[in-house]
T-cell receptor, first 115, second 112 residues
């Protein structure tokens, strides 16, 4: 399996622009998570899905952030409009409920810089 | 707020020495997991210990869990330069196994 795939790996954008981050989870996994990692706040859970349905979005910082999962193999995290404080590394992770262990498999991350 | 807090935040040791990292958490848990993150990479799952277990081994890793003290430790024996990474504990609470909360991490440097 190719693992969790994220794109782009790096994104540099100007304040006010729309940013879309993409994730392909591991095939067969029924949970998908979006995290944000910064030096100041560590690794924060933004939102997670189960069977394509958003379960908990309490970590989404503001209305400027939105996430979708139109099917089992694709999810997006959108920031509109972007601000410099959104600069961070964004990770997507997936897991399966079949084993009862729920170990999460992380993608390589997208490093977002908003200038 | 972060559920788990690792201690120390940074650790530097010589290759061949053992490395011990600690994690404390606040609320009751179903399980506790340890992850490793190499610089510029995503996190990689290392080991899981359930709330009814006290100790678990995997290769050079040994994890202990003390639910009465709400703490866990990760021991890496005979460290190697390749063990240089950040290590995070993650706790799954009573709400379910799927949602975990990560600590702030311990940055381990193993000097060859």
């Amino acid at each position: 399996d190719a693992g969790v795939i994220q794109s782009p790996r790096h994104e540099v954008t100007e304040m006010g622009q729309e940013v879309t981050l993409r994730c392909k989870p591991i095939s067969g996994h029924d949970y998908l998570f979006w995290y944000r990692q910064t030096m100041m706040r560590g690794l924060e859970l933004l939102i997670y899905f189960n069977n394509n349905v958003p379960i908990d979005d309490s970590g989404m910082p503001e209305d400027r952030f939105s996430a979708k999962m139109p099917n089992a193999s694709f999810s997006t995290l959108k920031i509109q409009p972007s601000e410099p404080r959104d600069s961070a590394v964004y990770f997507c992770a997936s897991t399966t409920s079949k084993t009862g262990i729920y170990e999460q498999y992380f993608g390589p991350g997208t490093r977002l810089t908003v200038t | 707020s972060q559920q788990g807090e690792e201690d120390p935040q940074a650790l530097s040791i010589q290759e061949g020495e053992n490395a011990t990292m600690n994690c404390s958490y606040k609320t009751s848990i179903n399980n506790l997991q340890w992850y490793r993150q190499n610089s510029g990479r995503g996190l990689v799952h290392l080991i899981l210990i359930r709330s009814n277990e006290r100790e678990k081994h995997s290769g050079r890793l040994r994890v202990t869990l003390d639910t009465s003290k709400k703490s866990s430790s990760l021991l890496i024996t005979a460290s190697r330069a390749a063990d240089t990474a950040s290590y995070f504990c993650a706790t799954a609470g009573s709400g379910g196994y799927q949602k975990v909360t990560f600590g702030i991490g311990t940055k381990l440097q193993v000097i060859p």
